[in-house]
């Protein structure tokens, strides 16, 4: 695979400016660079509950670089999915700074984030978030529809992000007709499809027995070291231990960063 002929700042500006497109064929290795790709800078997000607040996050600050792949672990409700939620532009901080490739994600309007997360973020969300009446291919290709990207080869790589999870054989079942598992899978196919830079993963083998587990981090690994920036939420400590970097968390905010380097 090539090294890409691009580095940080043009990364940067590829996804900084969202009236341009990141490289449509962006499959050549990213360099990892010590800047940051994602910062969170003292980010807070509180919910009201009933008369008084809950912190799901308090003060959260913490950089991953491009091309790093990142381990969020720490019991439930701890804060995991927040975080990821705000990295992805899903949700905003009620305090604090959220930058991706130094464009301010939580200044962004719904549209503007809209067109910016099919460029570069695949999300594979907790409980999955697929569509019901589509099923498992038309649920991989969607995010290609919406963003007109490879136009003559969106059913092609849709059906080939569902071999890649194992699941060629499942692609005209709906949702309904899948396992959990399955459909864990068809959410991991959907985040691949569009050949993202980033990916964010919560939980994404949370439903999957040993050997599909073990097919995922593969998967994982190869995505990371292909150059994409990985940051991944489990329980799983064999999951957990393929990335470079564990960040723990308790209550709302990040209490030890672990890195394998
Ligand atoms: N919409 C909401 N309204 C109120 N409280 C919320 C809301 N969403 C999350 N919380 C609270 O914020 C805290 C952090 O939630 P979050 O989903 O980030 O935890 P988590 O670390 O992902 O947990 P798990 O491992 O169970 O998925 C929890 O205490 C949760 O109850
Ligand atoms: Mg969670």
Redesign the pocket.
């Known amino acids: 695979m090539p090294i890409c002929d691009f580095r940080f700042a043009e990364l940067q500006s590829k996804i900084g400016n969202r009236k341009s497109k990141i490289h449509p064929d962006y499959t050549c290795i990213l360099m990892p660079n010590q800047d940051a790709l994602i910062r969170l800078e003292n980010v807070t997000r509180q919910?009201a509950?009933g008369a008084r607040s809950?912190f799901?996050l308090r003060g959260v600050s913490l950089d991953i670089r491009a091309g790093e792949f990142v381990a969020l672990v720490?019991?439930?409700?701890?804060?995991?999915?927040?975080?990821l939620n705000l990295i992805g532009g899903i949700d905003k901080p009620d305090e604090g700074m959220v930058y991706v490739a130094d464009l301010p994600i939580n200044t962004q309007s719904e549209n503007e984030l809209a067109i910016w997360r099919g460029e570069t973020i695949g999300i594979v969300f907790?409980f999955f978030q697929l569509l019901p009446t589509l099923t498992a291919l038309e649920n991989v290709m969607l995010p290609l529809e919406l963003r007109h990207s490879f136009p003559n080869h969106q059913r092609e790589r849709a059906a080939d992000a569902l071999e890649r999870v194992g699941l060629a054989e499942r692609a005209t079942q709906l949702p309904s007709e899948l396992s959990g598992g399955e459909q864990q899978r068809v959410a991991i196919a959907r985040a691949l499809a569009n050949d993202p830079p980033i990916l964010l993963a919560?939980?994404p083998t949370g439903n999957l027995d040993s050997e599909n587990g073990q097919r995922i981090l593969d998967l994982l690994n190869d995505l990371h070291r292909g150059g994409k920036t990985v940051v991944l939420?489990t329980?799983d400590d064999a999951l957990a231990r393929a990335a470079q970097k564990i960040v723990r968390?308790r209550d709302?905010q990040i209490i030890a960063t672990e890195s394998a380097d």
């Open positions: 919910y509950v809950l799901a720490g019991p439930s409700g701890s804060g995991k999915s927040t975080l907790q919560d939980e939420v329980h968390m709302g």
